[in-house]
């Protein structure tokens, strides 16, 4: 266990940058095929657009 104490990780540089797109790309892809997210969208701008109108 002490021999890892300050070793770098064996990822690249913008291996967090990529990881997290792909997750984002992944999760919004998802979520864009189901019904409820784009009912919660439209309720949710019909509020708003009340609210201010």
């Given at each position: 266990?002490?021999?890892?104490?300050?070793?770098?990780?064996?990822?690249?540089?913008?291996?967090?940058?990529?990881?997290?797109?792909?997750?984002?790309?992944?999760?919004?892809?998802?979520?864009?095929?189901?019904?409820?997210?784009?009912?919660?969208?439209?309720?949710?701008?019909?509020?708003?657009?009340?609210?201010?109108a």
């Amino acid at each position: 266990m002490a021999g890892h104490i300050g070793r770098r990780s064996e990822q690249p540089e913008g291996g967090g940058v990529v990881k997290f797109r792909e997750i984002f790309r992944f999760e919004f892809a998802y979520q864009a095929r189901r019904v409820w997210t784009w009912l919660f969208f439209v309720v949710m701008a019909t509020v708003a657009f009340v609210i201010v109108a």
